[in-house]
């Protein structure tokens, strides 16, 4: 074997193990979590509130919920702004235009999401005076945004120009070809980006430990603080209890199992396919 | 898929003929053809024309792709549109019915004229409705063939809802595509094969009633036999609606055409009928180009 082959192969082996490691790290994180969280989960853990500081047992059922709430809020408040504004930035703007918007979502998306806690924490909590799952959905909101602008824009910039000619060609306004055509063709691709987006900020901690903060127990409505899963976690986790480690554990597993399962779904729905027409795709 | 006697029956379909004139003359879209200026009435060689080009320059930007072009489109007959690649037919084309406004960079100068109206000074969508496009590839929507059809008449508010499905009946029957798909009216579009789709797309530029059609090239991606249902189409259509045809087959150009305009460079060459100027142009490129000498 000369020089060029042995390189070759080395790099050949140094590149599959790499992979390897990627992949493999993956599964590590999911059999790990799965050990460790699932030989703490019960069933309280789903049905009960926190129990007190040197009781055992008690579960993060207030937790679970606040999670769904901050999220429904930061869903309700994020998306629509991200869906219109990709729209825009696809369908309207100009190419100076949208080399604007497209850099500065990207900066957005890349601002530290503590600094987007601190800035909610300073513009909502601080005036109201205390923490609220409103904050928190306010937080996590605006972290939705840019993912859904950008995920919106791809996938309606997959739909064939071909399209918006025809619609327009028959009367149609430059808007309800959009409602129309454009954005039903595009519709799997973009509740896959939502599904997705809505996983990414499903495990965002930071921005919600000073907007909802959290507690122990069942906060009605949207205006107290409230507990969530990746707060509840934190929490949980620097305790100096073991029976908070454990349910800090079984925390973990329930977040992981949550984003997983809306990555495989969201995953499905677009591996289904956009609809091209014949010879254009 | 679950029949729907409602538009099957020959009844119904009678009635929605009857039906039918009332909604396709809307009188706010349709000047009266009295109105026309004496220019118009001077020029007796030909029928009337239904839209006239004047002194068209077009341009992409700083790219010049129309020259100086004037041009008449006579009522209900089909013009045809040829030359080479790049020499500003499909330009032209578009420009009859604004499209190119959706380019950037486009820029129309000169004066285009429906009916003796300026088109640059229409309502756009309404212009659209009145002139329809048939495109190089077919482009069905990703939506049931019935859902196709019907767009033009929903978006533009023509037709109240029970009287879609007569319509959408007529459309196809128009465009001699019912019997291959009244059977499968609600499944997607995109099941059909590459020559239905593009009749499809005429019968659903057809359906909202268009006084003139333009095609660009519509049968480029065609295999002959689905060519040549489409020509034998347009000949039925030429009572209805004004065609103008951009084609790079000169035979087709030959079969279905009564006039035909040569375009080289941006530039009009010659416009004549067909029959002149496929056995005696006047010009010594167009004889080059109809010849193969060139193109």
């Known amino acids: 074997m000369n020089v060029k082959k042995i390189v070759n192969f080395i790099m050949f082996g140094l590149t599959g193990l790499c992979t390897l490691l990627t992949v493999g790290i993956l599964f590590f994180i999911l059999a790990y979590m799965a050990w460790r969280g699932a030989s703490s989960l019960s069933w309280s853990f789903f049905t009960q509130l926190p129990a007190p500081v040197g009781e055992t047992g008690g579960g993060m059922a207030n937790a679970i919920v606040g999670s769904g709430k901050v999220l429904l809020l930061a869903t309700i408040i994020g998306i629509p702004i991200g869906f219109l504004g990709g729209v825009y930035l696809n369908e309207y703007a100009g190419p100076t235009m949208s080399f604007v918007i497209r850099y500065a979502t990207d900066l957005l998306n890349g601002v530290p999401s503590i600094v987007i806690g601190i800035v909610v924490w300073g513009l909502v909590v601080h005036p109201m005076g205390h923490y609220s799952a409103f904050a928190g959905g306010i937080a996590l909101g605006i972290m939705m945004i840019p993912i859904s602008v950008r995920s919106t824009e791809e996938f309606l910039h997959a739909v064939p120009s071909s399209l918006r000619e025809a619609a327009v060609a028959l009367g149609a306004s430059k808007w309800k070809a959009i409602v129309t055509v454009v954005i039903p063709a595009a519709m799997r691709g973009i509740i896959t980006g939502t599904m997705l987006d809505f996983a990414r900020v499903a495990g965002e901690t930071a921005p919600l430990l000073f907007t909802a903060l959290g507690n122990s127990f069942w906060s009605s409505g949207y205006n107290q603080p409230t507990a969530t899963l990746p707060a509840m976690i934190f929490t949980y986790a620097i305790s100096a209890y073991d029976d908070w480690h454990r349910q800090a554990w079984a925390a973990g597993f329930v977040l992981l199992a949550l984003v997983l399962t809306i990555n495989i779904v969201a995953r499905l729905v677009v591996s289904r396919g956009i609809e091209m027409p014949r010879g254009n795709a | ?295």
Not at chain 2, 69 to 88: E, K, V, Y
Not at chain 2, 230 to 239: G, S
């Open chain 2, 1 to 295: 898929m679950s029949s729907e006697p409602l538009w099957n029956t020959a009844r119904n379909a009678e009635q929605q003929k009857q039906r039918s004139p009332q909604y396709a003359v809307r009188p706010s879209f349709r000047p009266a053809v009295e109105q026309q200026s004496s220019a118009q009435i001077e020029r007796k060689t030909a029928p009337a024309a239904k839209l006239s080009a004047s002194n068209i320059n077009f341009y992409y930007g700083s790219f010049q792709a129309l020259h100086d072009i004037s041009l008449d489109f006579a009522t209900n007959r089909i013009t045809a549109l040829i030359g080479p690649s790049g020499c500003g037919k499909s330009t032209l084309l578009r420009s009859l019915n604004r499209m190119h406004e959706t380019i950037r960079g486009a820029r129309l100068q000169g004066t285009i004229r429906m009916d003796n109206e300026d088109i640059l000074q229409h309502d756009v969508n309404v212009l659209r409705r009145r002139v329809g496009m048939v495109f190089q590839k077919s482009n069905p929507f990703p939506k049931s063939i019935f859902e196709n059809i019907s767009f033009g008449l929903r978006v533009n508010g023509m037709a109240r809802r029970k009287d879609i499905p007569g319509l959408v009946e007529r459309s196809l029957r128009k465009a001699a595509l019912w019997d291959e798909v009244k059977d499968k009216l609600f499944q997607s579009a995109y099941g059909l094969s590459g020559g239905q789709q593009q009749r499809l797309c005429i019968a659903r530029a057809l359906a909202v009633d268009p006084e003139v059609l333009l095609l660009d090239e519509p049968c480029s991606a065609l295999d002959p036999i689905a060519t040549a249902r489409i020509e034998e189409l347009l000949f039925q259509l030429k009572d209805q609606c004004t065609i103008v045809i951009v084609t790079h087959n000169m035979q087709q150009a030959a079969r279905v055409a009564e006039s035909t305009a040569f375009f080289l460079m941006g530039k009009l060459i010659e416009f004549n009928e067909t029959k002149i100027i496929y056995t005696t142009p006047k010009n010594k490129e167009t004889e080059d180009y109809i010849t193969g000498r060139f193109g």
